[in-house]
């Protein structure tokens, strides 16, 4: 859905989009990478994920998805059902499969977020400290930044 708030230059043309246009954002993405192997001289931005799959049906059920760039991991969510929670899935396991496959790629730090009303006590007990926090809604919630050092 594009909102009716486009502004036109005489060179371009600026819409503010409401729903993900994944070839827009796939463009911007790899052109953001390529500038930064332009600057850095390294090519290294690549996905990192774990998944949780049925052993019948092979259906993926959860896990996490992230990536590893200039020697930080970013893990971006982690999800199980909750009929697998609890059972050393998500730290005993995934993280430790991220975090070991990242210092692989020669990462030296882990950094994620999470909201109060989620896990951020679970990601302490994994060893992530947490480095800030921004109240966002509703009431009494707040997005918890944390980072680990792997190496």
Known sequence: ???????ATSDVV??????ADEDARRLISDRLDAFNVEETGIADNQPLDVLVSDPVSGQC??????????????????YLPESLRGQGLGGGRLLA????EACRRGCREALLFTM????????????????????????????VFLRKTLI
Request: aromatic share 10%; with cysteine.
């Open 1 to 7: 859905m594009m909102i009716e708030n486009e502004m």
């Open 14 to 19: 600026l819409t503010l989009a409401a729903d």
């Open 61 to 78: 059920l959860g896990g996490l998805v992230g990536r590893t760039s200039l020697g930080v991991l970013f893990v971006n969510y982690v």
């Open 97 to 100: 499969i991220a975090e070991s």
């Open 116 to 143: 109060e009303i989620q896990a951020p006590g679970f990601y302490l007990k994994q060893g992530y400290r947490e480095f800030g926090r921004i109240e966002c809604q509703p009431a009494g919630n707040a997005r």
